[in-house]
Nanobody
Framework: QVQLVESGGGLVQPGGSLRLSCAAS????????MKWYRQAPGKKLELIAV???????TYADSVKGRFTISRDNAKKAVYLQMNSLKPEDTGVYYC?????????WGQGTQVTVSS
């Protein structure tokens, strides 16, 4: 059974940090490109970070320099370190496992940046 389970969301003040985790099971994690998306209230889903199976990463301009994606293939996990958080970073964050075959989604974790 394929599962992606996000954790680590919560309420944080502007300028603060959070670390999101996504635990994977039921598929060959090391072969998949892993992505983090977010959806702000009333907005479309936004791709914010990608990491390949070999560890190369790319970021949306909106988070570049503040967010860092990483993965641990041994633990079958992907992480998103979020620093210097802004109110506009508020939303539900989803991890996604992508390949040329079926891709998989987690259930999402809420991040709220507010004073």
């Amino acid at each position: 059974q394929v599962q992606l389970v996000e954790s680590g969301g919560g309420l944080v003040q502007p300028g603060g940090s959070l670390r999101l985790s996504c635990a994977a099971s039921g598929f060959t994690f090391s072969s998949y490109v892993m992505k983090w998306y977010r959806q702000a209230p009333g907005k479309k889903l936004e791709l914010i970070a990608v990491i390949t199976s070999t560890g190369s990463s790319t970021y949306a301009d909106s988070v570049k320099g503040r967010f860092t994606i990483s993965r641990d293939n041994a633990k079958k996990a992907v992480y998103l370190q979020m620093n210097s958080l802004k109110p506009e970073d508020t939303g539900v964050y989803y991890c996604n496992a992508w390949s040329l075959g079926p891709d998989y989604w987690g259930q999402g974790t809420q991040v709220t940046v507010s004073s």
